[in-house]
């Protein structure tokens, strides 16, 4: 399995930005597609995730009404659309697939892209 993470960038505070992450190979369609960050001297933490049979989603409260994830049909590609970014939205942006609903425990991670967000 791979999962190619791409989209990332330098913006300012109150732009937007879209990531995407390709994925290939066996992946079961019961897990669950997800976003991750970590911030410098930061823990990773969850972002966003979506069903992979569905399209039910979930968002982290930091990014709720800001971030949306979506996904293409076959879920061979999962976009996470980031709108009125924040300086603290600063993070590496990584995709994984795993179980666990609504916060997947991944078993599958991409190699992440840098979002830095100037003020």
């Known amino acids: 399995v791979q999962l190619q993470a791409s989209g990332g960038g330098l913006v300012q505070a109150g732009d937007s930005l879209r990531l995407s992450c390709a994925a290939s190979?066996?992946?079961?369609?019961?897990?669950?597609m997800g976003w991750f960050r970590q911030a410098p001297g930061k823990e990773r933490e969850f972002v966003a995730s979506?069903?992979?049979?569905?399209?039910?989603?979930y968002y982290a409260d930091s990014v709720k009404g800001r971030f949306t994830i979506s996904r293409t049909s076959a879920a061979s590609t999962v976009y996470l659309e980031m709108n009125s970014l924040k300086p603290e939205d600063t993070a590496v942006y990584y995709c994984?697939?795993?179980?666990?609903?609504?916060?997947?425990?991944?078993?599958?991670w991409g190699q992440g892209t840098q979002v830095t967000v100037s003020s």
């Open positions: 190979g066996r992946i079961l369609s019961s897990d669950i």
């Open positions: 979506i069903r992979r049979n569905s399209h039910s989603r």
């Open positions: 994984a697939a795993g179980p666990n609903w609504p916060t997947p425990s991944p078993r599958h």
